[in-house]
């Protein structure tokens, strides 16, 4: 993962900024190279959208679904 | 299998008043005979675990130890109130510590399942492997929360916790009707309408003083003056419920001596001056006038332990804030007057001779019945 964006992630946890969180893992998911790790930043996204009732909980759901990950 | 205490004789308890003894002093000061009790009289009835009001929001979810049970009274996104077990299904791990408003899902903080506030799990994240959120052996559909069986009448949220409980309106049918004239909505005065007094005491004891009028001129002399003994009447209905009744409830009223708080509607005559104050068995105590009702929900901390969770309900929404706390100092008064009273019963428990006591005919029947009910589901669970 690209430097920068590790050290935000690790800062929105350490905040507890949730938003953030799905904002951050969100972004990490859009620049991953191969579908493992997409899903694997796309199922953290997924779960601080759903706790928080994000509105890109249902996009985010979505594409795991269509990967067959959710 | 060998039991590690003494059965208690409950026999002398389920005689006629004339006759009866209280409870024995076991069912206040020891710990295993609390135990057994509590299987019989707190866990297999409808008990009182707390208010809607603590839960007013959507989403509003608050943890509660019921006996040292890890519970979570939430109320869902349409409005529903429910009890669960506060405990992930996964690996049984506490989903709550403190009160807080669910925005989306209650999110266990071990492994990130995720459950709908209205208990169903909705994401098990990694359950398959990193990034792979399901597994065939996990179906969420058989993993929701473990619900409580609960009941809300007059914004109690009784607790059924065995499960076979005849239906609450089954079981409290003869109440619901003697109160079916105060069947409107209930508004909760909000922050300034609720407070809690701790007891070093068995919450039998804060029932039993509650029930009846017997203890009022002398430990609420402030009464004598308007709210005399021969005012008030037993409220007795043996198997059922107890209290007391008064026909010379005075109005709350303002500085400038208006009725400060709006009526009920539609209430009778007899409510003008009439008052009840009567406990659903076995925890909650209720009090109903033409212009406020309280309600007291008994938390068994311990057999020695209790918390009176205690809130104070009006007709309308739109009542004053300055009255509203004169009304709860004047009740926090009242009750706290009470206090010695349960404390110095808990302290008389460790006599060894005490037989559980006498009970006047006249004026102690309510208590009776009480005993009689306890004593009668004990008698049921023992089999």
Redesign the interface.
């Given at each position: 993962m690209d430097v920068a964006l590790d050290d935000l992630i690790l800062t929105a946890h350490a905040e507890d900024d949730r938003a953030a969180l799905v904002t951050l893992y969100s972004r990490a998911a859009d620049l991953a190279e191969d579908v493992?790790?997409?899903?694997?930043f796309?199922?953290?996204a997924?779960?601080f959208?759903?706790?928080?009732?994000?509105p890109s909980?249902a996009n985010l759901r979505a594409r795991?679904v269509a990967y067959g990950?959710? | 299998m060998a039991k590690d205490y003494i059965q208690t004789d409950i026999t002398s308890v389920q005689q006629p008043v004339e006759q009866a003894n209280g409870l024995a002093n076991a069912h206040y000061i020891d710990p295993a005979t609390f135990a057994e009790e509590s299987e019989a009289v707190l866990k297999s009835t409808w008990a009182g675990l707390a208010v809607g009001a603590d839960v007013p929001n959507l989403g509003d979810a608050k943890p509660i130890q019921f006996l040292g049970m890890p519970l979570l009274l939430i109320r869902d996104k349409d409005g529903e109130l429910r009890v669960f077990e506060n405990i992930c299904r996964h690996r049984g791990m506490q989903l709550l510590r403190e009160a807080k408003t669910i925005?989306?899902?209650?999110?266990c903080p071990y492994h990130?399942w995720?459950y709908s506030t209205k208990g169903r799990l909705?994401?098990t994240?990694?359950v398959g492997g990193?990034?792979?959120?399901?597994h065939p052996s996990i179906v969420k559909d058989d993993l929701g929360l473990n619900e409580v069986r609960s009941y809300i009448w007059r914004d109690v949220v009784f607790i059924n916790i065995s499960g076979d409980a005849p239906e609450f309106t089954e079981v409290h049918a003869d109440l619901i009707a003697r109160w079916s004239e105060f069947d409107s909505p209930l508004y909760h005065g909000g922050a300034d309408s609720r407070f809690e007094l701790e007891l070093a005491a068995n919450y039998k004891l804060a029932v039993e003083n509650y029930c009846e009028s017997y203890h009022l001129p002398w430990v609420h002399p402030g009464l004598n003056s308007y709210s005399r003994l021969e005012d008030h009447y037993n409220i007795v209905e043996y198997g059922k419920f107890s209290g007391q009744g008064t026909r010379v409830y005075r109005q709350f009223k303002a500085e400038d001596g208006s009725a400060a708080f709006p009526d009920f509607p539609d209430l009778s005559e007899k409510w003008d001056e009439g008052a009840e104050y009567i406990t659903v068995y076995p925890n909650v105590l209720l009090g109903v006038q033409r212009d406020h009702a309280f309600t007291i929900v008994l938390e068994p901390k311990a057999h020695n332990k209790t918390v009176e969770h205690i809130h104070l309900y009006y007709a309308s929404d739109d009542t004053l804030a300055k009255n509203r706390a004169v009304n709860t100092r004047q009740w926090k008064e009242v009750f706290e007057e009470d206090i010695f009273v349960v404390e110095g019963m808990q302290s008389g428990r460790h006599a060894p001779t005490f037989d559980g006591g006498r009970f006047s005919p006249v004026m102690d029947e309510p208590t009776h019945c009480y005993h009689d009910w306890v004593a009668g589901r004990i008698a049921q669970h023992r089999g």
């Open positions: 493992d790790t997409e899903c694997f796309l199922t953290y997924h779960i959208a759903l706790e928080l009732n994000h909980q795991l990950r959710e | 925005e989306g899902a209650i999110r990130s995720c909705v994401s994240p990694h990193a990034g792979h959120n399901t």
